[in-house]
């Protein structure tokens, strides 16, 4: 019965994982979590092409420009990180101004950097595409 359960298991494990490409950012209903996935390939797995391919051509094209995920850091969002937690607002209020196809999302970050506890807020615009939800820009700081 054990053996069985253990076969199971990791058959369910194999088909879960197997499903998704490696190096690909998710994609589905929810900007939020593309986002996050995003600052996450970018900041916490060092990815800047598996960050690129959930931009816009545009923003795509400076991002890969950049080509290490220090300097895309560095230049196109002002914050540098050794590691960071990225989380979407989730205060209550107005989490994400969305339309059909098209969003605004505020992201906390709070993470490591050299030695130092950093804690940052972005806000970016993403519009979906066939489909994905491409990050369109970066927006003005709110605050």
């Known amino acids: ?49 598996k960050a690129a391919k959930v931009c816009s051509p545009q923003l795509a094209r400076i991002v890969l420009h950049y080509r290490s995920p220090e300097a895309v850091g ?21 989490v994400r101004e969305q339309f059909k196809d098209e969003a605004k999302i505020t992201l906390y970050f709070e993470g490591k950097y050299q030695d130092s506890i950093v804690k940052d807020v972005k806000r970016i615009y993403m519009v979906q595409k066939g489909g994905d939800w491409l990050i369109e820009k970066i927006l003005k700081d709110p605050f």
């Open 1 to 49: 019965m054990k053996a069985l359960i253990k076969l199971f298991s990791l058959s369910l494990i194999v088909l879960l994982f197997g499903c998704q490409k490696d190096g690909e950012i998710p994609q589905g209903d929810d900007p939020e979590k593309v986002a996050v996935a995003f600052f996450e390939a970018l900041y916490n797995e060092k990815d800047v092409n």
């Open 74 to 94: 560095r230049h196109l969002f002002n914050m540098s990180y050794d590691s960071v937690v990225v989380t979407p607002d989730d205060s209550g209020v107005k």
